[in-house]
C-alpha cells in the first residue's frame, strides 16, 4: 500500500463523522498520526477508536471551531503530542435552509461561525506550525458555495467566504512554500445531508438545480480529493476550489 503521509502529521476537523472522519481514516491508512477534532465527544471516539484498530495513530481533541480560544487550543494540542504539523483539513461545518427574509439572526451566526470563522480561526493558530513545515490547508467548501441555492442564505455566504479565504492565503503564503486548497462537493451522503430540512413552502425545482445527475458522492470521495490535495503529488497545486459534484458546475 501506497504512504504518501508516512511520518506526517494531520489535523482534520469535524472527524467524528462523514467527510471529517473519512478523511481522518484515510490519511491514517496512509501513515500519517492524526489529530482528530470535533465538538462530539462520543463519536469522535469512536472515530479514534476505529482508526487505532486498523492499526493507524490517531488522538481525539475536543473542539468548537467557532471558538478562536478553542481552535488554538486544538492547534496547541496536536503540537504537543505528536510534535509538529503538516496538514490542516479544515472539514467541521453545519448546514441550515430557510427563506432568506425569514432567516434568524442566531442561524445566521451560527452557520458562519462554525463554516467560516471557523475556517480561519483554525487556519490562523495552525498557519505558524505549517510555515515551517511547508505544509498544506485543505478547507471543505461545497457546490453552493460557487453556485447559488435558494434557502440557502447563510450556508452559501459561508462557503463562498471559505472559497475566498482559500484563495487569499493561497497567494498570501505561496512564496513561504504553504498551499491552501479547497474542495467543494454537491450532495454528499454524510449526517449534515441526512439531517437535510428545506423550509415550509419551498419549490423543489429550485434544489434540485444544483444536481445534474441523480447522484450522491459518497464521504471517501471527498477524503481522497483532499488526501490527494494534502500529498506531494499536488506540489504545484495551490489556490483550487475544486468542484466535486458530477458535472454540475461545468453545467
Given at each position: 500500500?501506497?504512504?504518501?503521509f508516512?511520518?506526517?502529521?494531520?489535523?482534520?476537523?469535524?472527524?467524528?463523522?462523514g467527510i471529517?472522519?473519512?478523511?481522518?481514516?484515510?490519511?491514517?491508512?496512509?501513515?500519517?498520526?492524526?489529530?482528530c477534532a470535533?465538538?462530539?465527544?462520543e463519536?469522535?471516539?469512536?472515530?479514534?477508536?476505529?482508526?487505532?484498530?486498523?492499526?493507524?495513530?490517531?488522538?481525539?481533541?475536543?473542539?468548537?471551531?467557532?471558538d478562536?480560544?478553542?481552535?488554538?487550543a486544538?492547534?496547541?494540542?496536536?503540537?504537543?503530542?505528536?510534535g509538529?504539523?503538516?496538514?490542516?483539513?479544515?472539514?467541521?461545518?453545519?448546514?441550515?435552509?430557510?427563506?432568506t427574509?425569514?432567516?434568524?439572526?442566531?442561524?445566521?451566526?451560527r452557520?458562519?461561525?462554525?463554516?467560516l470563522s471557523?475556517?480561519?480561526?483554525?487556519?490562523?493558530?495552525?498557519?505558524?506550525?505549517?510555515?515551517?513545515?511547508?505544509?498544506?490547508?485543505?478547507?471543505?467548501?461545497?457546490?453552493?458555495?460557487?453556485?447559488?441555492?435558494?434557502?440557502?442564505?447563510?450556508?452559501?455566504?459561508?462557503?463562498?467566504?471559505?472559497?475566498?479565504?482559500?484563495?487569499?492565503?493561497?497567494?498570501?503564503?505561496a512564496?513561504?512554500?504553504?498551499?491552501?486548497?479547497?474542495?467543494?462537493?454537491?450532495?454528499?451522503?454524510?449526517?449534515?445531508?441526512?439531517?437535510?430540512?428545506p423550509?415550509?413552502?419551498?419549490?423543489?425545482d429550485?434544489i434540485?438545480?444544483?444536481?445534474?445527475?441523480?447522484?450522491?458522492t459518497?464521504p471517501?470521495?471527498?477524503?481522497?480529493?483532499?488526501?490527494y490535495?494534502?500529498s506531494?503529488?499536488?506540489?504545484?497545486?495551490?489556490?483550487?476550489?475544486?468542484?466535486?459534484?458530477?458535472?454540475?458546475?461545468?453545467?
Open positions: 500500500m501506497e504512504h504518501r508516512q511520518d506526517r502529521i494531520a489535523l482534520v476537523t469535524g472527524a467524528a463523522s471529517g472522519k473519512a478523511s481522518a481514516k484515510a490519511f491514517a491508512r496512509e501513515g500519517a498520526r492524526v489529530a470535533d465538538i462530539s465527544k463519536k469522535l471516539a469512536e472515530t479514534v477508536s476505529e482508526i487505532r484498530q486498523d492499526g493507524g495513530t490517531a488522538i481525539a481533541i475536543e473542539l468548537n471551531v467557532a478562536s480560544a478553542s481552535a488554538s486544538a492547534v496547541e494540542e496536536c503540537i504537543q503530542n505528536f509538529g504539523l503538516q496538514i490542516l483539513a479544515n472539514v467541521a461545518g453545519i448546514l441550515k435552509l430557510e427563506q427574509h425569514q432567516l434568524s439572526d442566531e442561524d445566521w451566526n452557520v458562519l461561525g462554525v463554516n471557523g475556517t480561519f480561526f483554525m487556519s490562523r493558530a495552525a498557519i505558524p506550525h505549517l510555515l515551517e513545515e511547508k505544509g498544506s490547508i485543505v478547507n471543505v467548501s461545497s457546490l453552493a458555495g460557487l453556485k447559488g441555492q435558494a434557502y440557502g442564505a447563510a450556508y452559501c455566504a459561508s462557503k463562498a467566504g471559505v472559497v475566498g479565504l482559500t484563495r487569499v492565503m493561497a497567494v498570501e503564503y512564496q513561504q512554500g504553504l498551499r491552501v486548497n479547497c474542495v467543494c462537493p454537491g450532495a454528499v451522503d454524510t449526517p449534515l445531508i441526512a439531517g437535510f430540512a423550509p415550509e413552502g419551498f419549490d423543489p429550485l434540485n438545480r444544483l444536481s445534474l445527475v441523480p447522484k450522491v459518497t471517501d470521495e471527498v477524503a481522497e480529493a483532499i488526501a490535495l494534502s506531494p503529488a499536488a506540489r504545484s497545486i495551490s489556490g483550487v476550489a475544486l468542484p466535486i459534484d458530477f458535472g454540475t458546475h461545468a453545467a
